[in-house]
């Protein structure tokens, strides 16, 4: 006979996008840790209150500025990536699990949502699939489609939980501007820029203090990824947003500041195409270089 211990418990691959009904149906399961994303560029504590006030039964909150970033330093974008210690630590108080071979039921399944295309759940999303935690996934429609599903809603935080998140960071996902200065010009690099066109072309710029963009860089804007709505586009039409690019032998995505791209990221890895790299720091780290050295 077989010793069950010794028995590989086959576990299959987490989808990268839940329906609203996928996650009602385990809103108890004690393996589905579920996070609020929401916020606002124009008010950072927009998504805090939002979160006060209704959220999905059993969300944490986690907040753009003071969880997924650390503070704002004269070069590095306006968000850069978080300490990985506290932040991991913040994942164990959530009950999120790493996967190990010590868990029977594999990972903790993480849903992630907000109400804004995906624009902010994808920075989380990303983050714990860089962390080496692939059991992540975004809310197809986010806040909206769950409420517009008649689903459960709370005002009740959760309670600390034990789990142990051990990071196992894939170092190679990510560039700063040093690399991405070396790399844009190479015939087999393609260098993405996700803002909306306007942005890129540099006809408006509401955020940061230069208009434009790095050059040599194509644009791919990260709204076209879903509908209006808030809904995942088709996968075919994922796969075609990347047709171009197949040929490159790296591709590097960057956005204002590390955040949107993240949906461009979520769009290759729906569409079954390996993650390009991220440059964090972005069009806001890169002109701010600009900005002194003219």
């Excluded at 500025?65 to 990536?81: E, F, I, K, M």
């Excluded at 991991?88 to 699990?97: D, E, F, N, W």
């Excluded at 051990?166 to 190479?186: A, N």
């Amino acid at each position: 006979m077989t010793d069950a211990t010794q028995v590989e418990i086959p576990r299959a691959k987490f989808p990268n996008v839940v329906s609203a009904e996928w996650l009602a149906d385990r809103l108890t399961d004690p393996q589905v840790v579920i996070v609020d994303c929401r916020f606002s560029l124009a008010d950072p504590q927009l998504g805090q209150r939002q979160y006060n006030a209704r959220h999905i039964p059993g969300a944490w909150y986690l907040h753009l500025d003071r969880d997924l970033s650390s503070p704002v330093q004269p070069h590095g974008g306006r968000h850069p990536l978080p300490n990985w210690d506290i932040f991991c630590q913040r994942l164990g108080t959530m009950g999120i699990a790493s996967d190990s071979p010590d868990l029977p039921h594999g990972p903790t399944q993480v849903v992630v949502y907000d109400d804004s295309r995906f624009a902010f759940a994808a920075r989380l999303w990303w983050m714990l699939k860089y962390l080496g935690h692939d059991a992540v996934a975004v809310l197809d429609g986010g806040w909206d489609a769950w409420q517009q599903g008649g689903y459960a809603i709370s005002t009740d935080l959760p309670e600390p939980r034990t789990g142990q998140f051990i990071p196992r960071p894939q170092t190679d996902w990510i560039v700063d501007i040093h690399q991405v200065r070396q790399r844009k010009d190479d015939p087999g690099v393609r260098l993405i820029d996700s803002r909306e066109p306007a942005r890129y072309r540099g006809e408006v710029e509401p955020i940061d203090p230069v208009a434009g963009h790095i050059p040599g860089a194509s644009n791919q804007p990260w709204q076209a990824v879903s509908t209006a709505e808030g809904y995942l586009q088709p996968i075919t039409t994922q796969a075609k947003f990347w047709d171009d690019w197949a040929d490159a032998e790296e591709v590097i995505v960057y956005c204002g500041s590390g955040v949107t791209a993240c949906v461009n990221l979520l769009s290759q890895a729906v569409a079954g195409q390996p993650l390009a790299k991220l440059y964090v720091g972005g069009w806001s780290d890169w002109c701010s270089y600009e900005t002194i050295e003219g």
